[in-house]
């Protein structure tokens, strides 16, 4: 049937009006598709330089916090009571030199390895105490005991350490022990007393 001009017009127009939302849909799926090529290709391409080194510095950091954990406990307290004791030498080092009299520090008697069976009142005193510093005056206030109750000290060639009142004092030495872990506070006499964590004072308590 024939159509007049106005009637295709107004086909034209709706068919037209009809299209355009086809075409909007397609032009907003162009993006998202280049979106998920650009997330595809960077997939593709792996890590970066700088997510690498972040990687690495957490494990690192972990590697650090775990060595700490299982580090021994007998060790580190030993090497606490270590700096510990070098500190108080070298602070009795300088009263005795500053009051120009002689000071001696000398270890407690370690009761494991005493024979007597009734010491008398002045070892009982001395085994109480963990060392002590003799000549000093009872005003210096020193400590006389260890962090760590069951830590022992020998001293090398000797029953006490030289402290004053000469500047240079003999070469000495002090090993600490606690369980199977030793280490050795010693001075050549000129430089201060200080820890030494040589590998054969480390081993076991057998040396």
Same mark, same amino acid.
């Not at 159509?3 to 017009?9: F, N, Q, R, T």
């Given at each position: 049937?024939?159509?007049?001009?106005? $009637?295709?017009? &107004?086909?034209?127009?709706?068919?037209?009006?009809?299209?355009?939302?086809? /075409?909007? #849909?397609?032009?907003?799926?162009?993006?998202?598709?280049?979106? /998920?090529?650009?997330?595809?290709?960077?997939?593709?391409?792996?890590?970066? =330089?700088?997510?690498?080194?972040?990687? =690495?510095?957490?494990? *690192?950091?972990? *590697?650090?916090?775990?060595?700490?954990?299982?580090?021994? &406990?007998?060790?580190?307290?030993?090497?606490?009571?270590?700096? /510990?004791?070098? *500190?108080?030498?070298?602070? %009795?080092?300088?009263?005795?030199? %500053?009051?120009?009299? +002689?000071?001696?520090?000398?270890?407690? /008697?370690?009761?494991?390895?005493?024979?007597?069976?009734?010491?008398?009142?002045?070892?009982?005193?001395?085994?109480?105490?963990?060392?002590?510093?003799?000549?000093?005056? #009872?005003?210096?206030?020193?400590?006389?005991?260890? =962090?760590?109750?069951? #830590?022992?000290?020998?001293?090398? $060639? $000797?029953? &006490?350490?030289? =402290?004053?009142?000469?500047?240079?004092? +003999?070469?000495?030495?002090?090993?600490?022990?606690?369980?199977?872990?030793?280490?050795?506070?010693?001075?050549? &006499?000129?430089?201060?007393? *200080?820890?030494?964590?040589?590998?054969?004072?480390?081993? $076991?308590?057998?040396?």
């Amino acid at each position: 049937m024939p159509m007049s001009a106005h $009637g295709s017009d &107004g086909l034209q127009r709706s068919g037209y009006a009809r299209r355009r939302p086809c /075409r909007r #849909v397609h032009g907003e799926a162009a993006p998202l598709k280049a979106g /998920r090529a650009r997330v595809a290709a960077a997939a593709g391409r792996g890590f970066t =330089l700088i997510e690498l080194l972040v990687v =690495l510095v957490l494990v *690192a950091i972990g *590697a650090g916090v775990v060595s700490l954990a299982l580090r021994d &406990g007998a060790a580190t307290k030993l090497e606490e009571e270590g700096a /510990r004791l070098s *500190a108080l030498l070298e602070g %009795a080092r300088a009263e005795s030199r %500053a009051a120009g009299v +002689p000071v001696y520090w000398v270890p407690g /008697r370690d009761e494991r390895s005493s024979s007597s069976s009734s010491p008398s009142p002045s070892e009982d005193s001395v085994a109480e105490e963990g060392f002590r510093f003799v000549g000093l005056p #009872v005003s210096a206030n020193m400590p006389r005991h260890w =962090l760590e109750p069951r #830590v022992t000290a020998q001293i090398v $060639g $000797g029953k &006490g350490l030289v =402290l004053g009142p000469d500047a240079i004092v +003999p070469p000495q030495r002090v090993v600490l022990s606690l369980d199977d872990r030793r280490i050795e506070v010693s001075t050549d &006499g000129l430089a201060p007393f *200080a820890v030494n964590l040589s590998p054969e004072l480390a081993g $076991g308590a057998g040396r």
